[in-house]
């Protein structure tokens, strides 16, 4: 899912970046002084999976719990894969930093809808039933991102047309072991810490006024 240097073209730099930018923003907006612990936790797990590639062809896989962060950080999710891409490009050479943008424009935005969009259910359910909508966010978000990763690859030329097909197809499997990483983890929470699944904080929310 790391789309590296010199690869994706001008035009669809500069549009995922905007608003990898703003989404970004409103990720820092939305981090409370509380919650920061739980970032670094989730933002270190996310950077180790995603060093653990299996070579598929012009492509490879791993894991990136993108929808599991989106379900327990909301618009956080942002800053916590930035500081892992970062990290990743920076110290092992996974993506480029050119492409900064483009990545975390992919993986942070499924994850995001996804998790936004599965919340409420877990919340108002027990764990069975939070289980089961973490499984879906957590195979949706892989999903999503595959077909962004797809697009990104089709628009900046005809002839990454063959590895955009081959990253959807590889990322199949991938989106059974995330839903059910995800599942298993949403199932743990929802019985020991169940706060943690609570509402998702306001970006827009005005700061108090001391």
Known sequence: MHIADGVISVPVIAATSVVAVAGLGLGLRALKPERIPAVAVLSATFFVASLIHI???????????????????????????????????????????????????????????????????????????????????????????????AICLGLSGREFIPAAKLTVLAHLPVMAIEAAVTAAAVLLIKRVRPDMLGPVPAVLAPHPVS
């Not at 990545?103 to 599965?118: E, K, M, Q, S, T």
């Open 55 to 149: 070579t598929l062809g012009p492509s490879s896989v791993h894991l990136i719990l993108n929808g599991l962060i989106g379900v327990l950080l909301g618009w956080a999710a942002f800053p916590a894969m930035f500081v892992g891409l970062l990290l990743q490009s920076v110290l092992f050479g996974f993506g480029g930093v050119t492409v900064l943008g483009v990545n975390l424009f992919n993986i942070a935005v499924p994850g995001l809808v996804c998790g936004l969009a599965v919340r409420p259910f877990i919340a108002a359910r027990g764990p069975s039933g939070a289980a089961v909508a973490g499984a879906v966010a957590g195979g949706a978000a892989v999903g999503l991102t595959a077909i962004l990763v």
